[in-house]
């Protein structure tokens, strides 16, 4: 991802900030304490991406509060995930941004242009996965990535999953979400020539225990390359992905 600290000595190096005003953009305070949170305002500085709010417990007033201190502080796209629709109508009167209800995600600012090597993929066993790949899709697209989406290509029809051999096989990371059994992972890792990471889901009938049965299978997957991050954790995938797909940027420092 684009380092923060690398952009302002570029800046420097080029004449387009002075020392003293990339001395006071470092030397910012690394948090913010507002009394019910501790913002981090050196995240992006960190590890390339600012923080991200996630929405599931917090008050519309406390979402509010973070999101005046990050926008206060530079920050142009915010991301808050696990957002209910009244918290998202209570938020959007305060600060405007556009609610995807499927997904539960909140974006505030514009998306950014993609700065990936190249695309993520995102596929689906079935239509249900679909609101835990649209988190994945969204912060992903958040986080500088063009992304693909291939729902509903499960492996009770496999025929739906190898018409999209050239997505497949042209992506640099594919993210693999399903439930029930959880086998469209192994199916993926098995064509892929890059990095898949799996997302078990919690939809199934009662043996597969909210997805548990799906997280094991994914985890025992005979096929290669394959990562696993927690039930329904779309969030986490997405975020992975684009870490993946902009390891260019190691190269360069």
Sequence with gaps: ??????????????????????????????????GYAKVDLHRKIRQGAAEVIYGAGKTPEQICGIVQVM????????????????????????HPMEYHAEARVGILGALPQPSGLGKIVVTTGGTSDVPVAEEAALTAQVLGNEVVRL????????HRTLAHLDEIMTASVIIAIAGMEG??????????????????????????????SALLSMLNSCASGVSVVNIDNGFGAGYLASMINHMDGKKER
């Design 1 to 34: 991802m684009n380092n923060e600290i690398k952009q302002i000595l570029e800046a420097v190096s080029a004449g387009n900030m002075s020392v003293d005003e990339a001395l006071l953009k470092v030397k910012r305070a690394p948090f913010e304490d507002i």
């Design 71 to 94: 926008r206060d502080n530079g920050q142009d796209s915010i991301l808050i995930t696990r957002m209910s629709p009244e918290a998202a109508q209570a938020v959007a009167a305060v």
């Design 151 to 158: 729902y509903d290509v499960g492996v009770a029809g496999l």
């Design 183 to 212: 086998a469209l992972a192994s199916v993926i890792g098995g064509l892929a020539d890059c990095p898949v990471i799996a997302v078990p889901t919690s939809v199934g009938y009662g043996a597969s225990f909210h997805g548990l």
